[in-house]
């Protein structure tokens, strides 16, 4: 299974250029408090930090803002996100086959992906939760199939 079937079972977000619904990004000069407000609403667990809303320029997730409470107490939401978020952003392509990125994302330990065409605008958000769902459907047809094959249909 490649990316883009994994991105098309996400559903199509109606913003020019942008494949799946489910984008959410905050600006890096928003605060952690503002961003735990976005992944408490929209029940996410992590947040694509972009100025324009297209280029990923950070990603912030849930486990960030722990830590950093945890280190620096309850002050810290005050901070901008910019200040903690993870610069050195992993993305894919819709060409890339789905198990390779579950193998990149198990071995990375982190959870989220963005999608980016060539110009390196963002397509969708690919979680490890897609991926292994991506996964578990292929492992079925193919079981379906090969089940198929042996009983003679």
């Known amino acids: 299974m490649l990316v883009n ?3 098309s079972m996400k559903g199509l977000s109606g913003k020019p250029g942008v494949v ?5 990004t ?3 000069d928003a605060t952690l408090e503002d961003a735990a407000k976005l992944l408490a609403e929209k029940r996410i667990g992590a947040v694509v930090v972009s100025s324009d ?5 950070g990603i912030l ?4 803002i722990v830590r950093q ?5 309850s002050g810290i939401l005050n901070t901008p996100i910019r200040e903690v978020m993870t610069t050195s952003v992993q993305t894919c392509t819709v060409g890339e086959d789905a198990l390779s990125i579950l193998d990149r994302m198990t ?5 989220h992906l963005p999608v980016v065409d060539d110009d390196g605008n963002m397509l969708g958000v690919l979680s490890i939760g897609d ?3 991506g996964r578990l459907k292929e492992l079925a047809a193919e079981k379906e199939a090969l089940t198929g094959m042996i009983m003679g249909s």
């Open 20 to 24: 799946s619904a489910t984008i959410f």
């Open 107 to 111: 071995k990375g330990r982190f959870r």
């Open 5 to 7: 079937q994994l991105l």
């Open 53 to 57: 809303g297209y280029k990923p320029e």
């Open 61 to 64: 997730s849930e486990r960030d």
């Open 69 to 73: 409470l945890g280190q620096k107490g």
């Open 26 to 28: 905050i600006a890096p």
């Open 131 to 133: 991926a292994v769902s």
